[in-house]
């Protein structure tokens, strides 16, 4: 069983900057890919960004250029650094990791962002 712990959420204000990490509990390079999610009240969660294999990345169009995801493989964790953030990046953001095999992902408990003034 994989365990997805997630930390660096928080209240901000617009033009700021977050962390995100994603602490998992094997090899982040042992999945296909790993990725960090985001779901506002009233809306379905969206993919943000992801990160295949440790280094060819995507991300969503609405955070290209604010957001960078990169992966720490000696410490099993993924980051989301958020810059530039809007009110509109207000959601709980959850990290996901696939198997290479397609057949399983797994997801973390999820982390508060608010951007608000």
């Known amino acids: 069983q994989v365990q997805l712990v997630e930390s660096g959420g928080g209240l901000v204000q617009p033009g700021g900057s977050l962390r995100l990490s994603c602490a998992a509990s094997?090899?982040?390079?042992?999945?296909?890919?790993m990725g960090w999610y985001r779901q506002a009240p009233g809306k379905q969660r969206e993919l943000v960004a992801a990160?295949?294999?440790?280094?060819?990345?995507n991300y969503a169009e609405s955070v290209k250029g604010r957001f960078t995801i990169s992966g720490d493989n000696a410490k099993n964790t993924v980051y989301l650094q958020m810059n530039s953030l809007k009110p509109e990046d207000t959601a709980v953001y959850f990290c996901?990791?696939?198997?290479?095999?397609?057949?399983?992902?797994?997801w973390g408990q999820g982390t508060q962002v608010t951007v608000s003034s």
């Open positions: 996901n990791a696939v198997t290479p095999d397609l057949r399983a992902d797994y």
């Open positions: 094997r090899n982040i390079f042992s999945f296909y890919t």
């Open positions: 990160i295949f294999s440790g280094d060819r990345t």
